[in-house]
């Protein structure tokens, strides 16, 4: 059984562009969730999407957004991108709602995303 | 809103000793805990999760983890670690619909 694929794995930009992440859940899985892991703040939670809408949001600015497919892929867009946004972006994918606890996370190797 | 505490950010051990990875999380609420590794440059991998049930969780590799709902704990132990065993170790909590992770800690493991 395939894992959590995401692309592109490695990503350089400049400041002000925008970029779009691409994440394949397991087959079968219907939630997708987005993590943000840098040095200094960790692991933190964007968004978690569940049968192509928005279920939970995390703490950050309305630049970072999100999308699901019908087919559970899920896209994650990040316009004027700044300097702040280099990180390793995870996806993580489950078969019920990641939010409700009963479940378990498969975490993809990640993008790692450079704003120069 | 919760959070988890991993108090210590980097442990180096000698093959062979007993390991203790210390997490502490607020939420006062029912929680549902796991911890989960991250071997150099690999993915996330879940090494065990607490549901409900027995409050000591067997996990993969010979980990396992004690819930003591009292202490709002949930370490990680592992009686004798391997140099494999060298990794960033993450104990995370879902409470209020979001997984929320702990900073993590950097295991080193001496040969």
């Known amino acids: 059984k395939a894992g959590v694929t995401q692309t592109p794995r490695y990503l350089i930009k400049t400041r002000g562009q925008q970029v779009t992440l691409s994440c394949s859940p397991i087959s079968g899985h219907r939630s997708v969730s987005w993590y943000q892991q840098t040095p200094g703040q960790g692991l933190q939670f964007l968004f978690e999407?569940?049968?192509?809408?928005?279920?939970n949001k995390g703490n950050f600015p309305g630049r970072f957004s999100g999308r699901q497919f019908s087919n559970s892929r899920s896209e994650m867009n990040v316009s004027t991108l700044e300097l702040g946004d280099s990180a390793l972006y995870l996806c993580?994918?489950?078969?019920?709602?990641?939010?409700?606890?009963?479940?378990?996370?498969?975490f993809g190797p990640g993008t790692r995303l450079t704003v120069l | 809103a919760q959070s988890v505490s991993q108090h210590n950010h980097h442990v180096i051990l000698s093959e062979a000793a007993s390991l203790e990875l210390g997490c502490n999380y607020s939420y006062g609420g029912t929680v549902n805990l796991f911890w989960y590794v991250q071997y150099p440059g690999q993915h996330l991998q879940l090494l065990l999760k607490y549901f409900s049930g027995d409050p000591l969780v067997k996990g993969i590799k010979g980990f396992e983890a004690e819930f003591i709902k009292s202490k709002f704990s949930f370490n990680l132990r592992k009686p004798s670690v391997q140099w494999s065993d060298t990794a960033e170790y993450f104990c995370a909590v879902i409470g209020a619909q979001k997984l929320v992770f702990g900073q993590g800690t950097r295991l080193t493991i001496n040969p």
């Open positions: 999407y569940f049968s192509e809408t928005q279920r």
């Open positions: 993580a994918s489950s078969r019920q709602l990641a939010g409700d606890g009963t479940d378990t996370q498969y």
